[in-house]
């Protein structure tokens, strides 16, 4: 499982265990007589929320306290992303992606925490820790 932060077009900020899916070597030759090589085509989306934190966080992180703020201290939100899906998997256009970061390891955690809870139950619900 490969857990990223997806930064959409939209602004949404996508948390999800995220793929590439690969166009295979055409059978068209390239310059060099050889075969073109793989391409990335689109990405897959597994079990994607959107992520962000809280406006009182997010001014605290702003405004620069004293000593440095710590990823337990601020208050994220975790929403299905596309919620009237009834499937959880989305392949998605390498156009609609801005940029994929590795998120912190608490996010990570609290993350696997939901999708856990989640595969236990049937309920998705919004998490604010």
Same mark, same amino acid.
């Given at each position: 499982m490969t857990v990223k932060i997806a930064k959409l077009r939209t602004g949404e900020d996508v948390i999800c265990d995220i793929s590439e899916i690969v166009e295979q070597g055409s059978s068209i030759m390239m310059n060099n007589n050889m075969p %073109?090589?793989?391409?990335v085509v689109a990405f897959q989306f597994s079990e994607p929320y959107n992520v962000?934190?809280?406006q009182e966080s997010a001014q605290i992180l702003l405004?620069?306290?004293d000593e440095p703020q710590k990823i337990n201290d601020i208050k994220l939100n975790l929403f299905p992303?596309?919620?009237l899906s009834a499937d959880r998997k989305f392949v998605v256009s390498l156009s609609e992606v801005i %940029?994929?970061?590795e998120p912190h390891v608490e996010?990570?955690?609290?993350?696997n925490q939901l999708v856990g809870a989640k595969n236990g139950t049937s309920e998705s619900t919004i998490i604010t820790q």
């Amino acid at each position: 499982m490969t857990v990223k932060i997806a930064k959409l077009r939209t602004g949404e900020d996508v948390i999800c265990d995220i793929s590439e899916i690969v166009e295979q070597g055409s059978s068209i030759m390239m310059n060099n007589n050889m075969p %073109s090589p793989e391409r990335v085509v689109a990405f897959q989306f597994s079990e994607p929320y959107n992520v962000w934190v809280d406006q009182e966080s997010a001014q605290i992180l702003l405004e620069g306290a004293d000593e440095p703020q710590k990823i337990n201290d601020i208050k994220l939100n975790l929403f299905p992303w596309a919620p009237l899906s009834a499937d959880r998997k989305f392949v998605v256009s390498l156009s609609e992606v801005i %940029s994929i970061y590795e998120p912190h390891v608490e996010v990570i955690n609290k993350y696997n925490q939901l999708v856990g809870a989640k595969n236990g139950t049937s309920e998705s619900t919004i998490i604010t820790q």
